[in-house]
């Protein structure tokens, strides 16, 4: 069976929201963790993906959307679903959302403990910068950005 990359909602992937927060929470202190609400993951303004495989979702990923800029959030893939390349499919997925609604900053706050991320986005074209947005700096916080 194929594995499709849709616009979902947020609530339909509350199991995976949830396990990505207890695994965010055994990495960082409560401060340095950025975790937006499945209330916030459903505001107008985002686009919320899952990747689908056998009407399961397996992993998840979203985008704000800003005038200049797209916030990337919440991209997890647990870990048995690992090797399936879903991260990539769901970056690709939110980078040409961003480029349909013309914008042309990709944006995104991951921690220095989240190696396998940093690795991913680096490898994706993502070059670190400095805080931006509500964000303050912060040692346990990685910012980076990718030109669309």
Do not use: W
């Not at 495989?53 to 893939?77: H, M, P, Q, T």
């Not at 989240?114 to 805080?131: C, D, H, N, P, W």
Request: glycine share 4%; proline share 5%.
């Amino acid at each position: 069976m194929s594995i499709t990359i849709e616009i979902i909602e947020p609530v339909n992937a509350k199991h995976l929201i949830e396990a990505l927060d207890e695994y965010q929470k055994t990495l960082y202190p409560p401060e340095s963790n950025h975790l937006d609400s499945i209330e916030i993951l459903s505001a107008p303004n985002v686009r919320f993906y899952g990747a689908i495989e056998n009407e399961e979702i397996i992993a998840i990923g979203s985008v704000k959307l800003f005038e200049d800029y797209g916030e990337i959030k919440r991209i997890f893939v647990p870990v048995p679903h690992r090797g399936k390349r879903l991260a990539q499919k769901i970056m690709a997925a939110i980078e040409q959302e961003l480029v349909k609604n013309n914008i042309c900053a990709s944006r995104l706050e991951t921690g220095p403990e989240s190696i396998e991320a940093v690795s991913l986005y680096s490898k994706l074209g993502y070059k670190t910068r400095q805080a931006f947005g509500n964000y303050q700096a912060d040692p346990l916080s990685v910012f980076m950005e990718k030109k669309l």
